[in-house]
């Protein structure tokens, strides 16, 4: 039968992260993509260069069209930008009991340019990080999270371990990609038991956009194929590796990681 998820996230004109690499990555995968747009930015490999918001109505209004009809099997949370719409969400999600729940805390690329207003960090917290199956912060979201510094990976998993337990979040996923490793981008698991480092080969490369709207996206595939929640996150991070092997060398700035190479997972 087939699969089906749901992005609720951002437009990103230049096409490498967001909506666009979410429904890219569910293809891959060979899901049925589905999307809630929240933004739109005008973005291309350099950056961004303006953004508005989509009314909190009208994103509830495309999650109702989607869940009136179908039956959804997994679904990721993106660039949300704004309280009024994290609120929104966050209410759908309570109150259609939506899960399994990828949420990618998105509020500063890696480049460090800020993605959401400041009061939105709050509802954040309070309102849509405690309905997740999973989060997905970076380096920098991790450390407002936390409220501690994060420069090593045993910064990473204390880091891993507070947010954890002060947002009760079933699993927190800390990823490396901004630590200042030569060799290797290890993302670090917490479950509120065990908690594991996720290796990855460094791959040299400047075209890094989307990496992070890559991998929770590609976790919410493998969770709507019915894999576990630990073996969708490897095989996710396996997906990065590989997409930013392939990725692509367009634009002035960073370029996307890449779509196009056949099936390795
Ligand atoms: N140069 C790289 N080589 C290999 N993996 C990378 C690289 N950069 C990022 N990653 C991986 O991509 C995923 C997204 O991480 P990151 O880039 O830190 O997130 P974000 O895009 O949200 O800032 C993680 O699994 C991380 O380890
Ligand atoms: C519309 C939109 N959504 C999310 C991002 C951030 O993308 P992400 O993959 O998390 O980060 P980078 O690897 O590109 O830093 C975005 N830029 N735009």
Known sequence: MTKIALTIAGSDSGGGAGVQADLRTFAFHKIHGTSAITCVTAQNTVGVTDVAAITPKLVQAQLAAIFDDMSVDAVKTGMLLNQEIIEAVAKFIRERNVH?????????????????????????????????????????EARILSNQEINTVEEMKQAAVTIQKQLGVPVV?????GLSDRYQSPDVWFDGHNGEILTGERIVTKNTHGTGCTLSSAIAANLALGKDLLTAVKEAKHYVTVALQNSLDIGQGNGPVGHFFPLLL
Request: hydrophobic residues 50%; without cysteine; proline residues 9%.
């Open 100 to 140: 399994p729940l990828v949420v990618d805390p998105v509020m500063v690329s890696r480049a460090g340019v800020q993605l959401i207003d400041d009061s939105a960090v709050i509802s954040l917290k309070t309102s849509l990080l405690p309905q997740a199956t999973i989060i997905t912060p970076n380096l920098y």
């Open 173 to 177: 996923l800390i990823k490396g990609g």
